[in-house]
């Protein structure tokens, strides 16, 4: 599935057509690939503890990549958006923000390198910054704990203006850009 992805196959459908694919089978080493039926099977059967595997792997290439060049410098960028969905599935619903119905989930990414650091599967009702605390504890931990001479900063936009997510990186001496919405007390200080 990942060098269908990177070869620019993003349809599961394509999984068919590419099973026999010669280039692919020399690759991985296997006589034949996963059809499109064994692809939904596969995503059918994924659930918390399979996205929470997908976050280690995630952490694992970090560690080889920056195992060849450590950056200086990692631009948390967090944000959300809306993973359309058809029909009745487990765990969508109507976001009113999107005005449609789908899953919510939470993503961050090096805002430098466009590289996926963490992600999370949210329900499609939830506000975007439901859990934000939560979710980047893990990744703050692992970057002083781990890479404490990479300097981190944090980018979001207005929906994550939420005083714990300032108080959780003012608390870590972590630098942070927050876009805050219009509102009258920031028209009154700017008018000073």
Not at 43 to 70: S, V
Not at 86 to 105: D, I, K, L, T, V
Not at 110 to 134: E, F, H, M, P
């Amino acid at each position: 599935m990942i060098y269908q992805i990177l070869a620019g196959y993003f349809n599961d459908n394509d999984a068919d057509e590419l099973a026999n694919e010669p280039v692919f089978k020399s690759i991985l080493e296997k006589s034949a690939l996963a059809s499109q039926p064994t692809l939904s099977r596969f995503f059918n059967r994924m659930d918390t503890d399979t996205l929470n595997q997908f976050n280690e792997i995630i952490k694992e290439l970090r560690k080889l990549a920056y195992g060849i060049k450590k950056p200086e410098m990692v631009l948390l960028d967090i944000d959300s958006t809306l993973l359309n969905t058809y029909g009745r599935q487990e765990g969508e619903g109507f976001n009113f923000h999107y005005s449609a119905h789908g899953y919510h989930p939470l993503l961050c990414y090096d805002g430098l390198t466009g590289d996926l650091l963490k992600a999370q599967l949210r329900d499609g009702t939830v506000y975007t910054s439901n859990g934000v605390v939560d979710f980047m504890k893990p990744l703050l931990d692992e970057y002083q704990q781990i890479y404490p001479d990479i300097a981190l900063y944090l980018r979001g936009d207005s929906g994550f203006a939420t005083p714990d997510l300032f108080k959780q990186w003012e608390t870590n001496s972590v630098s942070y850009t927050i876009r805050l919405k219009a509102n009258q007390n920031l028209y009154k200080l700017a008018s000073h």
